[in-house]
């Protein structure tokens, strides 16, 4: 199952889904974004995210929404790093959640794929989730996640067949990442009636995975409805605004939103 598909399971026998909060590394700055890290984590007085998906900033992010486009861009331009990645692993793993990465596979294979997995685990990371790579081109992959135990999350969507659920389920170590709609990340006003078909398709085709919902959660209410069908909640358009619109107003250090919308998410899965 894996440390990630653990987070899950553990919060399904405590009868709810998990929260996965997703931010880029290095936005509004490489330092800046280690605070928003832990601040999720350990948001106040109530729980934080049981899961952190980091997200490593691209050229070229074709699932990302206009939302994380404008803070990966604004990363790249302040000069994030691939090993920053890293510093953000050790950041979350501090505070005793559980961090994965999703990045697009060009960034892994540039920087060396057994490289990048041996790292990625030293610094206390649990897996990758991949959405530029399919199990059929992830050779390198398998053989890297098997040598450094990391777990792989691979997507599947609406579109996808039932041989390739089956198929992608298979390759999957820890959960598999539904995309609830069709198209790239953000904030909805409502949440796609794609997401329960989907999962309800995974749920007879592949009935011993775990399966996390991403793209269009934005509050509690989103949560608790995405809550009753999916085993994780997986929400970053939502949280990546709240950093943005305190950059807009002169105030990047200022989490009180972000901590806010974390407890609205939060109390949503536990509803």
């Known amino acids: 199952m894996g ?8 919060a399904k026998a405590e009868g709810r889904a998990a929260l996965v909060g997703y931010l880029p590394v290095g936005y509004p700055t490489v330092a800046g974004s280690l605070d928003a890290f832990r601040a999720i984590c350990v948001p106040g007085d109530g729980p934080g995210v049981d899961m952190v998906e980091i997200g490593m900033p691209y050229s070229d992010p074709m699932m990302d929404g206009p939302v994380i486009q404008r803070a990966g861009t604004a990363a790249l331009n302040r000069g994030v790093r691939t090993r920053d990645i890293f510093a953000a692993v ?3 793993a501090s505070t005793g959640v559980v961090p994965v990465c999703m990045t ?4 892994v294979d540039r920087y060396g794929v057994d490289a990048f997995a041996r790292d990625f685990a030293n610094a206390g990371g649990a897996g990758l989730v991949t959405p530029d ?4 081109e992830a050779h390198d992959w398998l ?18 067949t039932d041989e390739r659920i089956v198929s992608t389920t298979q390759a999957c170590r820890g959960w598999v990442y ?5 198209g790239v990340t953000g904030a909805r006003q409502q949440t796609s009636s794609q997401a329960p078909e989907l999962v309800s398709r995974l749920r007879q085709l592949a009935p011993d995975t775990l399966v996390g919902v991403g793209l269009g959660v934005s509050n509690g209410a989103q949560a608790a409805e995405v809550a009753g069908f999916a085993d994780a909640v997986i929400v970053g358009s939502a949280l990546v605004k709240t950093l943005i619109a305190a950059e807009d107003a002169g105030t990047p250090d200022d ?9 609205d998410l939060a109390a949503g899965v536990r509803a």
């Open 3 to 10: 440390r990630s598909g653990q987070v899950l399971a553990t």
């Open 90 to 92: 050790e950041a979350v």
């Open 104 to 107: 697009y596979w060009n960034i």
């Open 133 to 136: 790579l399919t199990p059929d």
């Open 143 to 160: 053989v890297a996640s098997e040598d450094h135990g990391l777990d792989r999350i691979f997507l599947v969507s609406p579109s996808s």
């Open 178 to 182: 539904a995309t609830a709609v069709m």
């Open 255 to 263: 989490l009180a939103a972000l901590r806010a919308v974390v407890a």
